[in-house]
């Protein structure tokens, strides 16, 4: 019994290693030159930061805007994009009818 412990102890270990060496950076390659520029949700809107937590909506908290681009549009990809954006970040999640929508918060209930 203490030799299958062992052995699964040892597999346990193996496992979290691997899921840690597979997240981490440590063994990408550090490219040289200029930083990738991420865009979040295309040109993003602000909002109140303020005791965010995990089910915060925060279409809700919206602040004014400075731009006229809806975030998580095509067209707020694009001008991220015209602006030397590398990378766009989106939210995508599934719909109960089975489609998928572009949307950062959980539920549209709070937009």
Known sequence: M???LKYAAAAI???????YLNNTSL??????????????RGMAQRFDEHD???DTCTAARMLPPTHDY?????????ASFDRGADI????????????????HDWTVDCR
Do not use: C, Q, Y
Not at 13 to 19: F, G, L, N, S
Not at 33 to 39: C, F, I, R, S
Not at 88 to 103: K, R, S
């Open 2 to 4: 203490g030799r299958k």
């Open 13 to 19: 270990v193996a496992v979290a290693a691997a899921i």
């Open 27 to 40: 063994l990408a390659t550090h490219a040289g030159g200029k930083p990738v520029l991420l865009a979040h």
């Open 52 to 54: 965010l937590k995990n």
């Open 70 to 78: 809806l975030e998580n549009t095509i067209r707020s990809m694009r």
């Open 88 to 103: 766009v970040e989106l939210d995508v999640h599934p719909t109960t009818d089975g489609e998928f929508a572009v949307f």
